[in-house]
Nanobody, 124 residues
Framework: QVRLVESGGGLAQTGDSLRLSCAAS????????TGWFRQTPGQEREFLTA????????PSTGSVKGRFAISKDNAKDTVYLQMNNLRPDHTAVYLC?????????????????WGQGTQGTDSS
């Protein structure tokens, strides 16, 4: 079992930055990939970016391409999402998830464990 806790969300102004954290506990040795997703009301969860245990990552996609970046600290079992140059349409609940099998995937069904999410809001 792996438990994930996100933190770092909050209110921001357009153009601000936020750094989200995803702290893992439990059987962290089972984690191969950690991904970040976001969700807005009435919409499906959208894949943003992911990183493997060894540090291979997939670039952020879509409207967050070039604005959001993923990193990790293995010693802390924590993965980060750096969000720069925020815009109002970046308002969402941000969730991290992990998968215990090989290879980065963008589908939510590929991930085994999910955090509860943290709200990121552009209050401009």
């Amino acid at each position: 079992q792996v438990r994930l806790v996100e933190s770092g969300g909050g209110l921001a102004q357009t153009g601000d930055s936020l750094r989200l954290s995803c702290a893992a506990s439990g059987r962290t040795s089972d984690i191969y990939v950690t991904g970040w997703f976001r969700q807005t009301p009435g919409q499906e969860r959208e894949f943003l970016t992911a990183i493997t245990w060894s540090g291979d990552e997939t670039p952020s996609t879509g409207s967050v391409k070039g604005r959001f970046a993923i990193s990790k600290d293995n010693a802390k079992d924590t993965v980060y999402l750096q969000m720069n140059n925020l815009r109002p349409d970046h308002t969402a609940v941000y969730l991290c998830a992990v998968k215990t099998s090989f290879a980065i995937r963008t589908s939510t069904t590929a991930y085994n464990y999910w955090g509860q999410g943290t709200q990121g809001t552009d209050s401009s």
